[in-house]
């Protein structure tokens, strides 16, 4: 993974920490409960840090408002056995860890990447509050897509901002959005000519309206009236038809 990341995210050899963090460590600081415990030891085989971007080692400045601090940013890996449990140990790992961090969770030969924008908690300065976490599909770094090369040769850290740790960060935030888009426009280099808040604002249009299809989908296959079951397929059509005009939309 490591060699992977320095290949194709072009991150200076100078970055590189490599050590185990320890589950402990997320049990005290994230105050987990029972659950949250036991699904962090039956999941995870390890965590890694793998890099840790500074003001010293990557000559770009921290930024600091009244409401966010993004002084480094962390790259770890999650080495997991558990598709299904990726989503809820991001969310921990996210509210542990107080700075900006790029979770890459691996299983074999897959990739999913986290990412999440923080802000200060005023109540409690040691710990950050998470306004929106993004979350890619699994990649296989195997057999990636055109789509998925593209989204790779897109976080060379050329390709991404070094005015200040926050625009790097939400760079890499945006580009993992423009992928997940991407699995609806089939293209993703046409997105990084677009307005990402338009694809921002349509894209949460998409998933709600995907999110009427799939349980439109649970409901027809337990429905034994054909009729109802035909008015949910037209249902399923139109919507269909709504997100090809969203994604029309995003293209223009």
Request: a neutral charge; proline letters at 2%; hydrophobic letters at 40%.
């Given at each position: 993974m490591?060699?992977?990341?320095?290949?194709?995210?072009?991150?200076p050899?100078?970055t590189v920490?490599?050590?185990?963090?320890?589950?402990?460590?997320?049990?005290?600081e994230?105050?987990?409960?029972?659950?949250?415990?036991?699904?962090?030891?039956d999941?995870?085989?390890?965590?890694?840090?793998?890099?840790?971007?500074?003001?010293?080692?990557m000559?770009?400045?921290?930024?600091?408002?009244?409401n966010?601090?993004?002084?480094?940013?962390?790259?770890?890996?999650?080495?997991?056995?558990n598709k299904?449990?990726?989503?809820?140990?991001?969310?921990?790992?996210?509210r542990?860890?107080?700075?900006?961090?790029?979770?890459l969770?691996?299983?074999?030969?897959?990739i999913?990447?986290?990412?999440?924008?923080?802000?200060i908690?005023?109540?409690?300065?040691?710990?950050?509050?998470?306004?929106?976490?993004?979350?890619?599909?699994?990649?296989n770094?195997?057999?990636?897509?055109?789509?998925?090369k593209d989204?790779?040769?897109s976080l060379?850290?050329?390709?991404?901002?070094?005015?200040?740790?926050?625009?790097l960060?939400?760079?890499i935030?945006?580009?993992?959005?423009?992928?997940?888009?991407?699995d609806?426009?089939?293209?993703?280099?046409?997105?990084?000519?677009?307005?990402?808040?338009?694809?921002?604002?349509?894209?949460?249009?998409i998933?709600?309206?995907?999110?009427?299809?799939?349980?439109?989908?649970?409901?027809?296959?337990?429905?034994?009236?054909?009729n109802?079951?035909?008015?949910?397929?037209?249902?399923?059509?139109?919507?269909?038809?709504?997100?090809?005009?969203l994604v029309d939309?995003?293209?223009?």
């Amino acid at each position: 993974m490591l060699n992977l990341l320095m290949e194709k995210f072009n991150i200076p050899e100078k970055t590189v920490v490599n050590s185990t963090l320890y589950k402990n460590h997320f049990y005290e600081e994230g105050k987990l409960n029972k659950s949250e415990m036991k699904i962090f030891a039956d999941n995870i085989e390890k965590i890694t840090l793998l890099f840790s971007l500074t003001e010293d080692n990557m000559n770009i400045k921290p930024y600091r408002d009244d409401n966010m601090e993004y002084e480094e940013i962390a790259i770890i890996q999650v080495a997991i056995d558990n598709k299904l449990k990726s989503n809820k140990i991001g969310d921990i790992i996210q509210r542990t860890i107080p700075y900006p961090t790029l979770v890459l969770f691996t299983l074999d030969d897959e990739i999913q990447m986290n990412l999440s924008c923080k802000r200060i908690n005023k109540a409690d300065k040691s710990k950050n509050l998470i306004e929106k976490t993004i979350r890619t599909h699994w990649i296989n770094r195997n057999k990636l897509t055109q789509i998925e090369k593209d989204f790779f040769e897109s976080l060379s850290m050329e390709n991404l901002s070094f005015a200040n740790f926050y625009k790097l960060y939400m760079d890499i935030f945006h580009r993992a959005i423009m992928l997940n888009t991407a699995d609806f426009t089939k293209d993703y280099k046409v997105l990084l000519t677009k307005d990402i808040e338009k694809i921002k604002r349509i894209k949460n249009q998409i998933d709600i309206t995907q999110l009427t299809i799939d349980e439109s989908k649970k409901k027809i296959k337990k429905e034994d009236n054909f009729n109802r079951g035909l008015e949910l397929n037209m249902r399923i059509k139109v919507f269909e038809e709504k997100i090809q005009q969203l994604v029309d939309e995003i293209l223009v």
